[in-house]
Structures are given as structure tokens and as C-alpha cells.
């Protein structure tokens, strides 16, 4: 079973992000399981959502605890939140951002990819300067590093479930996943703290 938890704000598309990829593995032959948790139900709000995949059937119904990887769709909830509570060494933690973030160098023993998916969803209309929808970027960011599932399977979610833009989603995610940019392991693997 892989078990993914997403971070992000309210308004951001991070629970519809755990929609589109359950459908998406779905496509692709998994066993899917997607929900939120919600805090204050508010536009910027931290929101977490979270994603479970399994090749037979899944019977577990708990939250996410000890996830195999991590998507944070906000960067300044790093300042805020510990996004590698629980998270599994070796596990994978993708930041949209255009740079690294400052924390890289205490989050040893994971793997660690940023993509900037803010820039991506203006460049391709979706959300305002202000209120950028990146969910689809990180989605197509998220595709390349785990290896799955596939882009068209992805394109397709987005399709029937995206009613706005949806040529525009299917480019950014396409977008994100060819500029995902995967950072330098870091070599001590016993560490499972955010922040020094």
C-alpha cells in the first residue's frame, strides 16, 4: 500500500488534487482511496487531504498517519506545519516552489523535488496572481518522481473531472511533470525531524 498526504491552503485545489490522482490510479488498475481533513473551512485555511493506493482491496479507514510520501502545494506552510510528521524514510517530498526549500538540509533520509507550480498555473490561466490553482501542476510534478501513474491517465481524470479549463490543467500538469527538478539526496537517513 502506498499512502500519500497532501498539504495545502484552502482554495489551492488540494482536496480535488487527491480526487483527480485516486482517479487517475484508478484508470491505471489501483485500488483507491481518497479524503480530506478539514481545520477552519475558510479560502486559506491549512487543509490537509490524503490518498491511499494498493494493488488488491483496501479495508483500512483511518487517517493517514505514516505516509509514504508527502505533496506540499504551499510553501509557507513549511514555516508552520512539520509536512515530515510520520513520513516514512526514504519517502518522497515535493514542495511547489522555485527554489529549494530552506529546510532541505534537515529533512535527511528523504527525497526531495521541488517544481514551481505557481508559475506554471498563471502562465496557463488558471486561478489569479493572488490565488493560483496548482493543484495540476503538482499533480504531473507528482507523476514524474513516484514514476506513476500515467500522464494520460491523468489527463483523463482531469477531463472528466475538471469542468474549467481543462485543456489548460492537462498542459500545466504536462508542463510540471517535464520541469520537476529533483534535488541532492540527503545522506543521513535517521533523522525524521523537519527542522534542526
Request: hydrophobic fraction near 40%.
Amino acid at each position: 500500500m502506498v499512502e500519500i498526504r497532501f498539504h495545502g491552503r484552502g482554495g489551492q485545489g488540494t482536496v480535488v488534487a487527491t480526487i483527480l490522482l485516486a482517479k487517475a490510479f484508478f484508470r491505471d488498475g489501483y485500488y483507491v482511496q481518497s479524503f480530506p481533513l478539514f481545520g477552519v473551512e475558510r479560502r486559506g485555511a491549512p487543509v490537509e487531504a490524503y490518498l491511499r493506493l494498493d494493488s488488491k482491496e483496501i479495508l483500512i479507514r483511518s487517517n493517514v498517519y505514516t505516509p509514504d510520501h508527502v505533496v506540499v502545494l504551499d510553501r509557507t506552510l513549511l514555516e508552520s506545519i512539520d509536512v515530515t510528521l510520520g513520513l516514512k524514510t526514504g519517502g518522497w517530498i515535493l514542495v511547489n516552489g522555485p527554489e529549494p526549500p530552506a529546510y532541505l538540509k534537515s529533512w535527511s533520509g528523504y527525497k526531495v523535488a521541488i517544481v514551481d507550480a505557481t508559475h506554471i498555473a498563471l502562465n496557463n490561466g488558471l486561478g489569479t496572481r493572488t490565488h493560483p490553482i496548482v493543484n495540476t501542476p503538482m499533480l504531473g510534478g507528482l507523476a514524474r518522481v513516484l514514476g506513476m501513474p500515467s500522464m494520460e491517465a491523468i489527463a483523463k481524470a482531469i477531463q472528466r473531472e475538471v469542468p474549467s479549463k481543462p485543456k489548460a490543467n492537462i498542459k500545466a500538469a504536462e508542463m510540471a511533470y517535464e520541469e520537476v527538478r529533483v534535488l541532492e539526496a540527503v545522506k543521513d537517513s535517521t533523522s525524521s525531524s523537519a527542522r534542526a
